[in-house]
């Protein structure tokens, strides 16, 4: 997926995940949309700078990375949300594209991709995303609606 597809898949996953846990409409909804937003969207363009910097697909495309990301929040109380906005960027790129990532990079070089996705240059990349950020929007909500004991303790990353 382009840069301009990641950036979308954030801003509406940050909509959609306001009317998630806040569905009311009201100014919480919002709050907690901005709350995530801009996170959201830094998380989704981060795994991209290894087009600059080291292997793309590889070097900010693993499984390691996303662990680093995500440990920020409990060790250091910061980037709340950065870590989801990363794996959404590896979701689509998984999911969205024919070219996977590198998931267990530097260990293992293998590319894993998954056989729905499109190219990145294709016409349907829009539709693509649009129907991984649905994807990805449904688990959410189940996670929040069926599944709220295996989610972490949100209280710490969102506006009260
Ligand atoms: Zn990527």
Do not use: C, Q
């Amino acid at each position: 997926m382009n840069k301009r597809g990641h950036v979308l898949n954030a801003v509406f996953l940050a909509v959609g995940l306001g009317f998630i846990l806040e569905p009311a409409g009201d100014a919480a909804t919002f709050r907690t949309v901005a709350a995530v937003f801009v996170p959201l969207v830094l998380g989704a363009l981060f795994p991209d700078v290894d087009t600059h910097f080291g292997k793309h697909r590889k070097t900010l495309h693993n499984l390691f990375v996303l662990g680093i990301v995500a440990a920020y929040p409990v060790y250091f109380s910061n980037l709340h949300w950065v870590w989801l906005g990363v794996l959404s960027h590896y979701v689509l790129d998984v999911l969205g594209t024919t070219r996977g990532i590198a998931l267990f990079y530097p260990l293992w070089d293998e590319e894993f991709g998954a056989p729905v996705g499109v190219p990145v240059s294709s016409d349907f990349s829009d539709a693509m995303m649009l129907a991984v950020t649905a994807f990805e929007l449904t688990v959410a909500a189940g996670l929040v609606y069926v599944l709220p004991n295996y989610l972490p303790d949100l209280s710490g990353s969102l506006p009260v």
